[in-house]
């Protein structure tokens, strides 16, 4: 089973910067569609970003389209977020996740190895 792990979470003004990370060896994590979630307190987990194993076919919420971007660097098995113009409701737990497949979904059902989280917290 394939763990995903997450970092770069972290405390930022809004309108600030972040850049979150997500490392998942293994030669399933390598070949499937992977992506982000986020979960408030007290609130449903949500879509955020997904992509294919190539880097390609990115897909976005539309409350983060825009200001996110996600990448993936196929040779390291690694993933990433780059979130500008961040906003005080971007505030969450950051969950990485391997796909159950190739494709590039948005449910969570899509997914199937999830990682710890990172926390991500944007003041106003």
């Known amino acids: 089973q394939v763990q995903p792990v997450e970092s770069g979470g972290g405390l930022v003004q809004a309108g600030g910067s972040l850049k979150l990370s997500c490392a998942a060896s293994?030669?399933?994590?390598?070949?499937?569609?992977m992506g982000w979630f986020r979960q408030a307190p007290e609130k449903a987990r949500e879509f955020v970003a997904s992509i294919a194993w190539n880097g390609g076919n990115p897909l976005y919420a539309d409350s983060v389209k825009g200001r996110f971007t996600i990448s993936r660097e196929y040779a390291k098995s690694s993933m990433y977020l780059h979130m500008n113009d961040l906003k005080p409701e971007d505030t969450a737990v950051y969950f990485c996740?391997?796909?159950?497949?190739?494709?590039?979904?948005?449910?969570?059902?899509?997914?199937?190895?999830w990682g710890q989280g990172t926390q991500v917290t944007v003041s106003s």
């Open positions: 293994g030669r399933t994590a390598s070949n499937n569609a």
């Open positions: 996740a391997v796909g159950r497949g190739a494709i590039v979904g948005s449910q969570s059902r899509d997914y199937t190895s």
